[in-house]
């Protein structure tokens, strides 16, 4: 086994989905950016040229993580991570501004974005904490210093402000409840998710009601085996129902109307017809018009550069963010199944890897890029299709962009390249 | 549990996506999304109308350009507002209100600004209007006519309503479709069939180039020209002669059923409804309420026939074996019914058919209308029989014409009178007034026509028709070449035939002989009454000519019928005898009379039960 190099011991079927799902993304940025009078492909003033950079620098990037001794992540792991943090604080003083978000350096051929980096390095001091043989995760202090490391930089991005980028640092926690981190925690924090929207959509009373009817179900039907302690449950209640009356106080209070249009929007709460359309041409426009985009591909889709929406700009922001809804409208629903099985499947081969890892911290890298890129993949296509509010995350290996790209590869390359060295012996 | 869960959270976000996605592309598709696109945006080259000639080839109805004064708000650069309304020849409040709300419309489309230009006020402004940033000028096609006749049979065009637009795809709203007469009829010859070109377009609504590189695109069809059966002077010549004269006329060829003219009077000229006064114009004629001259008095009106009708009669007799030529009827000056005696102006005596058709003698028809009904059991059968005869001329129903609009006439049957008197209370006796052509008998000047074309042709008729040719392939709806035959047997026509040509030649109608024509004609004068304010009252008699010429090998079968025009052969047998003549001669010997017709009008007759105070009818005032 030891015995073949490098080229023979990486995991081929990762790299064939990795390289097929940057391919589709091209493709699909292709027709979004095609002007009518293109010249060539490696057109670098267009944006479909650029990404073909992009895609090269990314092959560098891999070449150089894979050239890496192994271990040289696992040692450098703490000092990658205060990199980032530093370079994070360093946004404030010389951070560029693209779109109103503060979240760039200009390096002149390139501009980078270190809130991509701080994924890698996070996933990287993240996976080295948990797998040190002093840290133990069933200790509050063990969880609190987990927290910190996953929450600082998400503390430093939310005020570029980038609150996509912020949030997909929660993803960290699949880590954590891999590695033994309580999962009643997840419980708690889905319930509290649950109560906020119902709250929203039915008002605290309903809520309440349908708290107590629930309960009275189980007494009733459980068996009379299982004894619940009344007393507990009734305090879960009470709770809650203070806890849905002070969800009505934020949203009418401490939200801004554009968060509560995008809720509004979302639930549909907004029942008045007039307002609604409102909404649609102002917050929920993109949304809207992305739904349309892919409504409109229907079974077949519309064929390569055939999509009249895409062609004529309707959805802003096409070639980054909802490059989905170009899959959509010129694949139809053959096309937007066949991605979302491509990355279900390599998400379900990357757990695969993952588990067949003998290093812990290996193991947990994995789960922390894992992590990271479904979370991604969840949040864009969910606001794509209409399913979440419109929150900005790019898709992994498909949007527009240099940072995303490299680092997304990056990120999946050094746990390929741990993966690799599985079997060598002494690490 | 906890290797499982991130497994878990991956396949279930995989099925929540599918799902949504089945909903939004395959539930909530719909594969003719393509129409309303927001991205696509059709634009149409319209193919020409198709233009209409008369039988002779004539121009009727072509084309002519029209043009519109367009804006694009957003492009309109500051002008001079005062010296720009002055060429347009417009306020400058209707100036400001249009831009406003072409503005509102869209800033970046084009609004018509002023429609329709003539020519000379387009030769006027072209030169300037390139100092005008934002207007431009867009030809368009309107409707042109070569006569000034025949409005309500050719129609008009206008813009389709909102109802059309729901219900026929093939229309925009904005186009123009024939709404009445030929234009509409014809309207899916006429209007060819128009090019789409489409575009694709971005966001904010501009052209970004065609859709598909044009692969979807159409060129316009031509609107295919079409000949019709009416004859451009004989229908001019008709509706001069209807001057001043409520009534309608109907020519027919009745060897082929073609509609030679068609006249309504009052009538207006076509070319009122095209153009820039269209909509005043057309408000003017259809408030019009009493002379009516967008209602086609030729198929909508629906008098009762009169002594015209009682040649059908004559040769119902004959049919049914109840009399022949030479059975005799003795007319009391009137005939009675019980103890009435019902007038009759023949003059008395015994009258047999040929005299009792040329002297039009009641007394005779009303004897003769007994006679069928004696020869049957009971009233229904002998009603049933009768009905079915009157039926086979083209009566009662509807015609069948290719004109959009008509009217069906009135033949009584049995359960009408059942529903009147009563069952079984009603008899021969009841119903006399059918037998001369009163009482419950109507019949439209198209009918009138047509029944006489069918006596023409000694027992057979073409569905009367206005369409000779289409395009150039020339082929028409066969059911227009197609004979309907009478139940009446060829030789009965003779004996009837030759009392109407002895109408003309000794009759009631001598008076109105053409030099050179042999006529078969029957004349009749209608009483009738009309309603103003509740009252009923009696208005000078329908004058009213039925006539086919030459007797044999007749080429044209004429109704003349005009209100209040009197006895029969005062008008309507003169007006009839000038048709006939300017149709069969191409020239009118008789100037004295043609003058005469064209002068003389009856608006002293029509202002009558309007003018509030009592009036005499039936005077005889030349």
């Keep these: 086994m030891s015995g073949r190099g490098l080229f023979g011991r990486i995991d081929w079927i990762t790299i064939i989905l990795y390289a097929l799902l940057v391919f589709i993304g091209w493709i699909n940025i292709y027709s979004t950016s095609l002007a009518d009078q293109s010249t060539s492909v490696f057109d670098f003033t267009t944006l479909y040229g650029k990404q073909l950079y992009f895609i090269g620098l990314s092959l560098l990037g891999i070449i150089l993580v894979l050239f890496v001794e192994s271990n040289f992540f696992e040692r450098f792991a703490s000092i ?21 978000a503060t979240s760039w350096y200009n390096l002149g051929f390139f501009n980078l974005q270190p809130s991509e980096l701080a994924k890698v390095a996070t996933a990287l001091a993240l996976a080295k904490f948990l797998s040190d043989i002093q840290t133990d995760i069933r200790t509050r202090k063990h969880q609190m210093y987990a927290l910190v490391i996953i929450l600082l930089p998400a503390f430093l991005i939310l005020p570029q402000p980038d609150p996509g980028s912020a949030l997909i640092y929660f993803s960290f926690f699949f880590v954590l409840f891999r590695e033994g981190f309580p999962l009643y925690y997840l419980g708690i924090l889905l319930f509290i998710v649950a109560l906020f929207v119902t709250t929203l959509m039915f008002g605290t009373v309903w809520v309440t009601i349908g708290m107590v009817v629930l309960t009275l179900l189980v007494y ?14 009734l305090g879960v209640i009470v709770v809650s129902t203070l806890f849905s009356l002070s969800v009505n106080f934020v949203y009418e209070n401490v939200f801004e109307q554009r968060h509560r249009d995008r809720f509004a929007l979302w639930l549909g709460l907004e029942k008045d017809e007039d307002k609604l359309e409102e909404i649609r041409k102002t917050i929920g426009y993109n949304t809207y018009q992305s739904e349309k985009a892919i409504e409109s591909g229907g079974f077949f889709g519309k064929g390569f550069l055939e999509g009249t929406r895409t062609k004529g700009d309707f959805v802003p922001e096409q070639h980054t963010d909802y490059i989905f809804s170009s899959v959509g409208e010129e694949w139809g629903f ?20 993952a588990e067949r890892q003998k290093s812990d911290f290996s193991r947990m890298y994995g789960y922390g890029v894992i992590s990271i890129l479904v979370f991604h993949y969840f949040i864009n296509i969910g606001m794509v299709i209409g399913l979440l509010p419109t929150i900005g995350v790019p898709l992994p290996f498909f949007s527009y962009g240099g940072s995303g790209l490299i680092f997304f590869t990056m990120l999946l390359f050094i746990f390929l390249k741990l993966d690799s060295n599985r079997l060598k012996d002494g690490i | 549990m906890k290797k499982l869960l991130l497994s878990s959270v991956i396949v279930l976000i995989g099925f929540t996506f599918i799902g949504r996605l089945s909903y939004l592309q395959l539930f909530r598709f719909s594969p003719d999304q393509i129409l309303d696109d927001p991205a696509i945006k059709k634009i149409y080259d319209y193919p020409e109308r198709g233009y209409i000639y008369d039988r002779n080839g004539e121009l009727m109805v072509g084309n002519q350009p029209a043009y519109d004064v367009m804006v694009i708000p957003r492009e309109v650069k500051p002008l001079d507002t005062l010296e720009f309304c002055g060429l347009l020849g417009i306020e400058k409040t209707v100036f400001t209100d249009r831009m406003q709300k072409a503005r509102t419309y869209s800033p970046r489309l084009p609004s018509v600004l002023v429609p329709q230009l003539s020519k000379e006020d387009y030769a006027k402004l072209q030169e300037k209007m390139r100092h005008y940033a934002g207007f431009y000028i867009q030809k368009r096609s309107l409707r042109y006519y070569a006569t000034n006749s025949a409005a309500n049979v050719l129609g008009y065009i206008s813009e389709v309503n909102e109802w059309e637009l729901k219900n026929n795809p093939n229309y925009v709203a904005g186009e123009l479709k024939g709404h009445t007469g030929i234009e509409k009829q014809y309207e899916e010859v006429l209007r060819g069939r128009k090019g789409v070109k489409h575009i694709q377009k971005d966001r904010f609504n501009r052209d970004i180039g065609p859709y598909k590189s044009g692969k979807l695109d159409t060129l316009p069809e031509q609107g295919k020209e079409i000949h019709i059966t009416l004859d451009k002077k004989l229908q001019e010549y008709g509706e001069r002669l209807m001057h001043g004269k409520h009534g309608g006329i109907v020519a027919i060829e009745p060897k082929s059923g073609e509609i030679l003219a068609m006249i309504s009077g009052p009538t207006y000229n076509p070319a009122l409804l095209v153009g820039r006064q269209r909509s005043k114009n057309y408000s003017k004629l259809h408030y019009d309420t009493i002379s009516k001259p967008t209602w086609d008095r030729s198929i909508l009106a629906q008098p009762s026939p009169g002594s015209p009708f009682k040649t059908l009669n004559a040769l119902v007799g004959l049919q049914e074996g109840v009399i022949d030529e030479d059975t005799k009827v003795r007319c009391y000056h009137g005939f009675y019914v019980g103890n009435t005696l019902r007038g009759c102006h023949c003059g008395g005596g015994v009258r047999n058919m040929n005299s009792g058709i040329q002297q039009s003698c009641n007394a005779y028809f009303a004897g003769v209308f007994r006679k069928i009904y004696d020869k049957y059991r009971t009233t229904d059968e002998a009603m049933d029989a009768w009905e079915k005869h009157m039926k086979s001329f083209g009566l009662g129903n509807f015609l069948g014409t290719d004109l959009p609009t008509g009217a069906p006439g009135r033949i009584p049957d049995k359960s009408y009178y059942d529903k009147w008197y009563g069952d079984g209370r009603w008899a021969a006796s009841t119903i006399i007034s059918n037998s001369i052509g009163q009482g419950e008998i109507a019949a439209t000047p198209l009918q009138l026509a047509n029944m006489t074309a069918a006596i023409a042709n000694r027992g057979y008729f073409y569905t009367p028709h206005v369409i000779k040719s289409i395009g150039n392939s020339g082929s028409i709806d066969p059911k227009f070449t197609e004979p309907h035959y009478t139940t009446i047997e060829r030789k009965h026509f003779e004996p009837v035939i030759k009392g109407m040509a002895n109408v003309y030649k000794y009759g009631t109608a001598r008076w109105i002989q053409i030099p050179g024509v042999e006529i078969a004609g029957k004349t009749g004068t209608v009483e009738n009454f009309i309603r103003v304010d509740g009252q009923r009252m009696q208005l000078t008699d329908h004058s009213v000519f039925v006539a086919f010429a030459p007797v044999e090998n007749p080429q044209i079968a004429i109704a003349v019928y005009i209100e209040n025009g009197y006895y029969g052969a005062r008008y309507a047998g003169h007006i009839a005898s000038l048709l006939i003549e300017k149709y069969i001669k191409g020239e009118i010997t008789r100037k004295d009379l043609e003058k005469r017709m064209l002068e003389k009008t009856l608006e002293h007759e029509y202002a009558k039960p309007y003018s509030g105070e009592p009036f005499k009818i039936n005077e005889y005032v030349w």
């Design chain 1, 80 to 100: 990658f991570y205060v990199v980032s943090l530093v370079l994070l604080l360093g946004l404030f003083v010389f951070g560029k501004t693209i779109a109103g």
């Design chain 1, 220 to 233: 009733t039907f459980k068996k009379a085996s299982v004894k619940i302690p009344l007393l507990p449950v």
């Design chain 1, 334 to 353: 053959l096309g937007t199944a066949t991605v979302v099985l491509l990355f279900s499947v390599f998400f379900l081969r990357l757990i695969y890897i």
